[in-house]
């Protein structure tokens, strides 16, 4: 064994995931090909998403597949699992050595090949035991067997080490469950490929680590995984292989247990070059206090008497960047969203300041005329109209920018987005593209394009860079960058430590609700961060103490 794989069995990454040691099968070459993809090519409207890709994927293994926004990834594996079926696209799949034909994805799973979409296909009004069974249902002579789905269903639930009742419905667990909840429903169709597309995207550090465990116990047990993912350090901990693509093409497949493959490595297959920084370097000239808020209380929507935020006082400087750190469920969300026009929450108090007076934010067009802006962490439910075009989507927040006695200027909208699209190069064949059809990196930047030309005092940006690749990381982190040296106020909420460590002046950490701590650039690192956000009121005002 060489001290390569030896390395490798630790899976011990620079964010803290562990992920069990391999068994000696495991890490014996393997030439038996379970999947080859050859020469696929894809085309929407005369644009080519796939041009002759390849890809072959061994038996028993977990294979990444890396790659920018709108490199193909999840193209590719919509093909693979019939989404895209056959006569939509050109080229062979062969599965343990057959040529396939889906037409749909009944025909693929009946291959036992199946696939876990970034946006999971659940119902939240049925139980979990209802969804692992749903379209594979336990019947006795065509009738239901709800019995045998409750048996069944807490035997997978077992196996992917979920502790829930199969009567529980859906929408009273977190994503993270939700996640086991998928794989609990593929392992019900005898799994043999599990496709995994941006799975921890929405995880926080402790779920998305037992998710890899998970992973590498069912490869324990003979399931091969493909896993798309931005996230480096959880490929270089759990993967074997790494194909990267790259503008629609294969670019390379590295064995992680051969070479020495770093991070590095990879992005520059990615991007086509290397980048040696992953933040932008400079600092802001940070003035005075240009928004805050004192003594915010915040109660849930619905459940009354519930309060979710506690006494919240923090202030943001002209040109500063602060950064709030917190795990989920720490409030950060339902805390911008209460501040940018009441949009969460109800029985509010407190006081937000702006230049130093009070102001009253009663709506969202409120928050506007006041300069705050929003750049919310789910773009495709409340960031952007999917089904509109890139330019109806970047004019949207600021229509008397592009309008003249109330009625829009047509030249002027199009001059504006084809602005904004040539400077955040936005990656489509044109701004009449649909929104909904753009990678998540580019449909980000068209959501950041829309508050810019609101042109905001305070922009509050909500995990503005979850599952981008490292590539538009870079392009929206020098963005952020630009904005705080003309003077805007950012509030950056995000759940990836280096992110805030790279791009943040100042971060506030929280806890259940409440500010549990402030810290200057130059006293943060991960580990403070880490115990600032684990800690509790109590403990907070003993350390002070």
């Known amino acids: 064994m060489t001290a390569a794989t030896m390395r490798r069995h630790s899976l011990i990454n620079n964010s803290g995931l562990l992920i069990a040691a391999c068994s000696k099968k495991e890490v014996k070459q393997m030439a038996d090909i379970l999947l080859e993809m050859k020469n696929i090519t894809k085309t929407f409207s005369g644009v080519k998403a796939l041009s002759n890709v390849n890809l072959k994927v061994k038996r ?42 889906f037409k749909d994805l009944k025909q693929s799973e009946e291959k036992r090949i199946v696939i876990i979409h970034q946006e999971l296909a659940l119902i939240p009004e049925l139980s979990i035991a209802e969804n692992i069974f749903l379209g594979n249902e336990q019947k006795q002579r065509g009738i239901i067997d709800w019995a045998e789905t409750a048996t069944k269903a807490q035997e997978l639930l077992k196996k992917v080490k979920l502790a829930e009742s199969p009567q529980t419905l859906i929408k009273h667990i977190g994503v993270g469950k939700q996640q086991l909840v998928e794989i609990a429903k593929a392992l019900a169709k005898n799994v043999k490929l599990l496709i995994l597309d941006e799975p921890t995207a929405s995880l926080n550090e402790s779920d998305s680590e037992n998710l890899l465990k998970l992973l590498a ?40 247990h051969t070479e020495d493959v770093s991070e590095d490595r990879i992005i520059r297959g990615m991007v086509g070059r290397d980048l040696t920084n992953r933040y932008p370097e400079g600092q802001s000239e940070i003035g005075d206090i240009v928004f805050s808020i004192e003594n915010w209380n915040v109660f849930h929507p ?17 040109g500063e960047i602060v950064g709030i750190a917190g795990l989920m469920g720490a409030g950060r969300t339902e805390l911008a969203m209460s501040l940018f026009g009441r949009s969460y929450g109800t029985n509010i108090t407190g006081t937000i300041k702006k230049d130093g007076k009070a102001i009253s934010i009663p709506s969202v067009r409120a928050a506007i005329d006041h300069g705050l802006a929003y750049a919310t962490e789910d773009r495709k439910s409340y960031g952007l109209v999917l089904m509109n075009d890139i330019k109806e989507n970047i004019t949207l927040a600021n229509l008397p920018a592009v309008s003249k006695n109330q009625i829009i200027d047509q030249m002027k909208e199009t001059q504006v987005a084809e602005s904004f699209m040539k ?34 005092d305070v922009l509050i940006l909500d995990e503005p860079t979850r599952g981008i690749d490292v590539g538009a990381k870079y392009e929206i982190y020098t963005l952020i960058r ?11 909420i ?20 409440r500010i549990t701590g402030e810290l200057e650039k130059k006293d943060l690192s991960q580990e403070l961060l880490m115990r600032r956000m684990t800690m509790e009121m109590e403990d907070h005002h003993e350390s002070i103490s």
Not at 241 to 252: A, F, P, Q, Y
Not at 302 to 318: A, F, G, Y
Not at 483 to 490: D, P, S, V
């Open 482 to 492: 630009e904005l705080a040296a003309k003077g805007k106020a950012i509030l950056l």
């Open 494 to 513: 995000s759940s990836e430590l280096p992110e805030l460590l790279g791009m943040a002046d100042r971060v506030y950490t929280m806890n259940k609700g």
């Open 60 to 101: 028993g293994e977990i294979h990444a597949l890396c790659g920018e926004n709108g490199a193909g990834k999840s193209t590719l594996m919509k093909v693979l699992s019939g989404v895209y079926g056959y006569g939509t696209y050109e080229g062979d799949i062969l599965f343990e050595g057959d040529v396939c034909r």
């Open 302 to 318: 619905v459940q009354r008497d519930r309060q979710i935020i506690h006494d919240v006082n923090l202030h943001v400087k002209k």
């Open 423 to 456: 400077k955040l190069q936005i990656k489509a064949h044109s701004i009449l593209q649909e929104t909904g059809k753009l990678s998540g990196g580019n449909q980000q930047k068209v959501v950041l394009s829309k508050w810019i030309l609101s042109d905001p």
């Open 217 to 256: 116990e069912l490869k324990e047990q003979g399931v091969t995984s493909i896993i798309i993912s931005h996230k480096l350090n959880e490929i270089k901990a759990i993967a074997d292989s790494v194909t990267i693509l790259r503008d629609g093409k294969t670019i390379e497949t590295l064995d992680l």
